[in-house]
């Protein structure tokens, strides 16, 4: 296994246009995660799912933005109508229940 | 004020130094996790501890829970160690998300 994979790994869209990333967890990994980084800053949570079911979301996560993982495989993250704001770096992680969380490259997303 | 705070928030050391980066957390948890971040993104997990200590070749992590403090510590540092450091946690309080700190960047000069 190669470990957390995502994609795109660079995103630049403009204002407006809607963008959708994926993120293929560890296969054996029941537990994924989303977090946004701001330059500068940590990482901060956005949600998460046990398999398929999304168990929570954070109040960062606007009625925009949706996260499906429909097989309790990969993962998509979609932004609707895109901010400036909305510019940072989308990480996703795996774990295998609350063990070690594995992170992915990251989707650098630039809103012009 | 952030639930996790790292200090110092930027750190330039000389080649082969010993080198500490603090994280204090407020509340009780689970786990503490210690992660690199090199320019690009990536994250690393580097440990994830509970109690004590963990030595991973030149990196250590301690962690003391009664005063709700860990420290990483990098000896013999290399300019290959310049990073992002961060510290996360995870606890009852927070549901089973990290919450980070702000990170601490270092540079080790050659």
Redesign the interface.
Known sequence: DTGVSQDPRHKITKRGQNVTFRCDPISEHNRLYWYRQTLGQGPEFLTYFQNEAQLEKSRLLSDRFSAERPKGSFSTLEIQRTEQGDSAMYLCASSLWSDTQYFGPGTRLTVL | KNE?EQSPQNLTAQEGEFITINCSYSVGI??L?W?QQHP??????LF?LSSGKKKHGRLIATINIQEKHSSLHITASHPRDSAVY?C?V?GPQY?????????TILRVKS
Do not use: D, E, R, T
């Open positions: 996790v689970s786990a996790h992660l690009g993104g990536g994250i690393v997990s994830m961060i996360a995870h549901g089973n998300k990290l919450v980070f700190g702000a990170g």
